[in-house]
């Protein structure tokens, strides 16, 4: 069965890039019957879709955040990344990376991890 | 687009029965019977519980049920039981993802 791990840094400066990477296991990134998606959720506050991307490399953000979203793909490692640039303490969360399917939804989820965004 | 409205909180006694309402619009949830909820108890991560507005996941109790009117998806909780305890989130595929707020559901 897939299992996803996030990892990467847990404290970001303010307006420097947060990076982090889904590690997938247990099946190919490259299936096509899935999405790879990032999903956000502040301290004491809900969920928040970023985006997610599909094994082909296209790719579908949160309007909302758009502008310093990069979601990408690395088959090879069977990981996906994301990138979220210019942060501000509003970016502090735990990120969680998760398959997504437009009919079954979100499943498996990440453990996820927390950012803090901070000097 | 906007998120999708739930109640804050919604509470029960063991053995009752809950609903919690996830309300979108007729671009969202009205249109497409994409609707998804998950539980997520204290530091642990989102479980998928309903997809496709009434479907369960293998190994999901059948005290969980989803249905929909309008452009209104609801969780219903059967059978209450103290591990229920749990925030809930809704959410709607439309083209788009959306989540909705959140809500707390306490078991008295």
């Known amino acids: 069965q897939l299992q996803l791990q996030e990892s990467g840094p847990g404290l970001v400066k303010p307006s420097e890039t947060l990076s982090l990477t889904c590690t997938v296991s247990?099946?190919?990134?490259?299936?096509?019957?899935?999405?790879w998606g990032w999903i956000r959720q502040p301290p004491g506050k809900g969920l928040e879709w970023i985006g997610s991307?599909?094994?082909?490399?296209?790719?579908y953000y949160n309007p909302s955040l758009k502008s310093r979203v990069t979601i990408s793909v690395d088959t090879s490692k069977n990981q996906f990344s994301l990138k979220l640039s210019s942060v501000t303490a509003a970016d502090t969360a735990v990120y969680y990376c998760?398959?997504?399917?437009?009919?079954?939804?979100?499943?498996?989820w990440g453990q996820g991890t927390l950012v803090t965004v901070s000097s | 687009q906007s998120a999708l409205t739930q109640p804050a909180s919604v509470s029960g006694s063991p053995g009752q029965s809950i609903t919690i309402s996830c309300t979108g619009t007729?671009?969202?949830?009205?249109?497409?019977?994409?609707v998804s909820w998950y539980q997520q108890h204290p530091g642990k991560a989102p479980k998928l519980m309903i997809y496709?507005?009434?479907k369960r996941p293998s190994g999901v109790s059948n005290r969980f049920s989803g249905s929909k009117s309008g452009n209104t998806a609801s969780l219903t909780i059967s059978g209450l039981q103290a591990e229920d305890e749990a925030d809930y989130y809704c959410?709607?595929?439309?083209?788009?993802?959306?989540f909705g707020g959140g809500t707390k559901l306490t078991v008295l």
């Open positions: 247990g099946g190919s990134i490259s299936s096509s019957s899935y999405y």
């Open positions: 959410c709607s595929y439309a083209g788009s993802v959306v």
């Open positions: 496709e507005g009434s």
């Open positions: 991307i599909y094994y082909s490399g296209s790719t």
């Open positions: 007729s671009s969202d949830v009205g249109s497409y019977n994409l």
């Open positions: 998760a398959t997504f399917n437009t009919v079954t939804g979100f499943d498996p």
